[in-house]
């Protein structure tokens, strides 16, 4: 059975910095679309980072919001997602998940399944 599981997340102070890690139970890791999303209660998930499948050149695209701030990446051999989250803000809060789905019109489309995701808070 698939299994996502995100950790990393964490308080920090406005400013600071979080290293988010997906480990993922799926054979053929780097031929997936990976991406991170994002939600806060009442509000839909958001596309946080999206990285493209190795045989599609494992490009980057990100929101605007994090554009400059966040990185995504991937470790093939551990079969881990990577975030790299940098001068967060109030506005990052919310509950980060990994998610591996379908690569169409160099959009990340996500799928099945989604992990539990782990929560990032920034406050002062």
């Known amino acids: 059975q698939e299994r996502f599981v995100e950790s990393g997340g964490g308080s920090v102070q406005p400013g600071g910095s979080l290293r988010l890690s997906c480990e993922a139970t799926?054979?053929?890791?780097?031929?997936?679309?990976w991406a991170w999303y994002r939600q806060v209660p009442g509000k839909e998930r958001e596309l946080v980072a999206c990285l493209s499948p190795i045989t599609k050149g494992s490009t980057t695209t990100y929101a605007n919001s994090v554009k400059g701030r966040f990185t995504i990446s991937r470790q093939n051999a551990k079969n881990t997602l990577f975030l790299e989250m940098h001068l967060l803000k109030p506005e990052d809060t919310a509950v980060y998940y990994c998610n591996a789905g379908t690569w169409g019109g160099n959009v990340c489309t996500a799928g099945e399944p989604w992990g539990q995701g782990t929560q990032v808070t920034v406050s002062s």
């Open positions: 799926r054979s053929g890791f780097s031929n997936y679309p």
